[in-house]
C-alpha cells in the first residue's frame, strides 16, 4: 500500500477513515504531519490484513498463539542468527 494519504484513506475501514482525515486537516505540515501518516499507515496496513478479525477474535477469547522473547531467542541462537544472544553489547 502506498504511503500516501490517498493509499491511507483507501484502505481504512469505515468510520477510521474519517478520523485520518480528522487528524491530517489538524496536522502542520512538517513533523506533525508524518507522524500522523506514518501512525494511519500502520493502521492501514493492520486494517487491509485478510487476518485481523480472525486474530482479533483470537485475541479477544485469550486462544491466540503467542511466543515469549525468550522463546524467539533461543530458537534464533538455535539456527546460529548473528546478534541473538539477548544481550545488548554484542
Not at 494511519?40 to 491466540?64: C, I, N, Q, S, V
Amino acid at each position: 500500500m502506498p504511503r500516501t494519504i490517498g493509499g491511507i484513506s483507501s484502505a481504512l475501514r469505515g468510520s477510521r477513515r474519517a478520523q485520518f482525515f480528522a487528524e491530517l486537516l489538524e496536522a502542520q505540515q512538517g513533523p506533525e504531519l508524518d507522524s500522523v501518516l506514518t501512525a494511519w499507515w500502520g493502521r492501514a496496513m493492520l486494517d487491509t490484513d485478510p487476518e485481523r478479525d480472525r486474530m482479533r477474535a483470537a485475541a479477544e477469547a485469550e486462544t491466540l498463539s503467542t511466543t515469549s522473547m525468550d522463546e524467539i531467542l533461543r530458537r534464533r541462537q538455535d539456527r546460529g542468527v548473528p546478534g541473538s544472544t539477548g544481550r545488548t553489547s554484542e
